[in-house]
């Protein structure tokens, strides 16, 4: 197939498009690379990586309910009030809606809040927005998944 030359110029500036580089970011691997990123810097109680994938109109609510913002998350991390001992996960589901990502998966962690160890399964739903050229979590709701009854 040949094409014109104004046809091959259209396809170039396309191609070199601010939208265009943005659009392959806006993906389903750079959504789960986000909530990698969110885990492995919580991990690591490494506060600059989550003021930057920690969108500051966060909801963070964990499995008790609890509802906490960016602020207040990041404050416990920095105050070794929460302290991370693992963190592992797997992201089964990620919807894409134009400039925001509603990412569902199921994290096994154990930390210490406030001096009290307690390890957790847990399913999660995440709703991570499109914001100076990255994502940022927006929205956190996790739920425990209770073991299976005894037989």
Same mark, same amino acid.
């Given at each position: 197939?040949?094409?014109?030359?104004?046809?091959?110029?259209?396809?170039?500036?396309?191609?070199?498009?601010?939208?265009?580089?943005?659009?392959?970011?806006?993906?389903?691997?750079?959504?789960?690379?986000?909530?990698?990123?969110?885990?492995?810097?919580?991990?690591?109680?490494?506060?600059?990586?989550?003021?930057?994938?920690?969108?500051?109109?966060?909801?963070?609510?964990?499995?008790?309910?609890?509802?906490?913002?960016?602020?207040?998350?990041?404050?416990?991390?920095? #105050? $070794?009030?929460?302290?991370?001992?693992?963190?592992?996960?797997? &992201? *089964? %589901?990620?919807?894409?809606?134009?400039?925001? /990502? !509603?990412? #569902? $998966?199921?994290?096994?962690?154990?930390?210490?809040?406030?001096? &009290? *160890? %307690?390890?957790?399964?847990?399913?999660?739903? /995440? !709703?991570?927005?499109?914001?100076?050229?990255?994502?940022?979590?927006?929205?956190?709701?996790?739920?425990?998944?209770?073991?299976?009854?005894?037989?």
């Amino acid at each position: 197939m040949k094409f014109s030359p104004p046809l091959m110029s259209l396809l170039a500036l396309m191609l070199l498009a601010p939208g265009a580089q943005a659009a392959d970011t806006l993906s389903d691997a750079s959504a789960r690379a986000t909530i990698r990123a969110r885990f492995e810097a919580a991990l690591r109680g490494d506060t600059a990586a989550l003021e930057k994938v920690l969108g500051d109109d966060l909801d963070y609510c964990n499995f008790r309910g609890e509802c906490e913002s960016k602020r207040q998350y990041i404050g416990e991390i920095a #105050s $070794g009030a929460l302290k991370y001992k693992s963190i592992e996960h797997t &992201v *089964e %589901r990620v919807k894409m809606f134009a400039d925001t /990502a !509603v990412v #569902s $998966g199921r994290v096994q962690a154990t930390a210490t809040r406030d001096g &009290v *160890e %307690r390890s957790i399964n847990a399913y999660f739903l /995440a !709703v991570l927005a499109w914001r100076d050229n990255r994502w940022q979590l927006s929205s956190w709701a996790s739920t425990l998944i209770e073991p299976p009854p005894a037989k």
